[in-house]
């Protein structure tokens, strides 16, 4: 029934055909007995014996692809043992695919294997120039992932043109790279979907994220169930954050997400929503300066209308046999700011446990753009740099304040005044918010 429309004959074919042979099965024990099945069973052992002795010495890069829903044969558990065995070997478990995986609808090889990232033009992956463009099928998929997000939080976003008035939209966002965004990371994350597949659909432009090395750890992968999904960053383009990724993406003139709190600031513990968790010292101006880049800050909120959080890392680490995991979460990945102090040296990953709330509304702006082309040489210096590191941090903080102020103002910031809307004007039409 999961075979693509394109096998729909050759399926129907198929089942017609076994069906016939099904009154005829009685006769298998005429034309098999007993001892050349005994026989043929002992060859097969002895086969799969002679191929499993030898695993160890394949030193190929193997990607295993599994069907969750097999039926059949135990495709995860074989799938697993793979993985034990293969020197180089990472597995894409399907959860909701069957046994014929590559003839059903909704997998995609060709996404599954830059998804890995095993697509590689050279024999070292480069996640800048590797990267392929993504395809209308999966921006369709990375929009429909998000659908319920979409659905419960309605985003708006606004933008500031260049005399400073803010608009509803993205006129105010520049269409030239490079550029580089700069926010506030919201609890775990949950805008990334929204802003960057929002910002794709509505200008084209493609958005390159500096994620965290988490989401690229080979190991980190296995603790998912559905390890595909954990592929979504990589195919829109997602890079780990390093000091060579960012120059490669600025020099090819990308608009680059960046996110200078961090994982710090994505899994903040309780009363610390939309507090920024910035190193003190620039990281990114003189870089960007060098390549001309304009640096627009923008800010997000809305984690506080969806959720609560029920158990932060402190609560966690309280619980019995927690710290185990929270060893095995991070013992394998690189190890980010350990030249720095405080708060923000805590790049650690680790879960944190949410209770939903009646969704309210995420809202998004983008601030003006600040101009670093013609002042890299001003700000090679580094007071002058920390001087604009400063002021960017500033404008991101007043874009969060002045979400959080005008939000009071949308009648529809509550999912049921929109439902409510969307039911007297149609499910498609544009949801009203406060005045600009």
């Known amino acids: 029934m999961k075979m693509s429309s394109r096998f729909d004959g050759a399926g129907k074919a198929l089942s017609e055909a076994t069906s016939g042979l099904l009154p005829s099965l009685m006769y298998l024990a005429d034309i098999f007995p007993k001892e050349s099945i005994v026989w043929k069973m002992k060859m097969l052992r002895t086969a799969s014996s002679f191929v499993n002795s030898r695993l160890h010495a394949v030193k190929a890069q193997i990607l295993?692809?599994?069907?969750?829903?097999?039926?059949?044969?135990?495709?995860?558990?074989?799938?697993?043992?793979l993985h034990g065995t293969l020197k180089k070997c990472r597995i894409r478990h399907f959860r909701d695919n069957g046994h014929k995986i590559l003839l059903e609808d909704g997998f995609d090889l060709a996404t599954t294997i830059k998804g890995a990232g095993y697509y590689r033009r050279s024999r070292q992956t480069d996640y800048v120039l590797d990267y392929l463009p993504v395809t209308d099928d999966e921006l369709e998929k990375a929009i429909d992932r998000d659908r319920l997000l979409n659905f419960a939080t309605d985003p708006v976003m606004l933008s500031t043109l260049p005399d400073g008035k803010i608009v509803r939209g993205l006129a105010g966002l520049p269409r030239e790279g490079p550029v580089l965004l700069v926010g506030y990371h919201m609890l775990m994350g949950f805008e990334l979907g929204p802003l960057v597949t929002g910002v794709?659909?509505?200008?084209?432009?493609h958005i390159r994220g500096l994620a965290h090395p988490f989401m690229f750890n080979e190991s980190s992968e296995q603790l998912i169930p559905d390890s595909s999904n954990y592929d979504i960053h990589r195919i829109m383009g997602a890079v780990p954050v390093t000091a060579v990724n960012f120059y490669k993406l600025l020099s090819e003139?990308?608009?680059?997400?960046?996110?200078?709190?961090?994982?710090?600031?994505?899994?903040?513990?309780?009363?610390?929503?939309?507090?920024?968790?910035w190193p003190e010292q620039s990281e990114f101006v003189r870089m960007a300066s060098r390549f001309g880049a304009k640096i627009v800050p923008f800010g997000v909120v809305g984690e506080d209308d969806i959720c609560d959080m029920l158990l932060d890392y402190n609560d966690l680490m309280k619980l019995p046999f927690y710290d185990i995991l929270d060893k095995k979460l991070n013992e394998e990945g690189l190890k980010l700011r350990t030249d720095s102090t405080g708060e923000i040296k805590n790049q650690d990953m680790h879960p944190v446990v949410l209770t939903p709330k009646m969704p309210g509304r995420?809202?998004?702006?983008?601030?003006?753009?600040?101009?670093?082309?013609?002042?890299?040489?001003?700000?090679?210096?580094?007071?002058?740099?920390?001087h604009l590191y400063l002021h960017v941090k500033s404008e991101v903080e007043s874009c969060i304040k002045y979400l959080k102020e005008k939000r009071e103002e949308d009648p529809y910031r509550s999912i049921l005044p929109r439902l409510l809307y969307q039911a007297a004007h149609g499910s498609d039409v544009e949801i009203p918010t406060f005045e600009p």
């Open 64 to 81: 295993v692809v599994a069907g969750g829903n097999d039926e059949l044969l135990p495709s995860r558990e074989e799938a697993e043992r």
């Open 200 to 205: 794709l659909r509505s200008t084209g432009i």
């Open 253 to 277: 003139k990308q608009f680059v997400l960046l996110y200078p709190g961090g994982a710090r600031e994505a899994l903040h513990r309780k009363g610390e929503e939309y507090k920024l968790f």
């Open 362 to 386: 995420f809202y998004f702006i983008f601030g003006e753009p600040i101009e670093t082309k013609g002042r890299e040489k001003e700000l090679r210096d580094k007071e002058k740099a920390q």
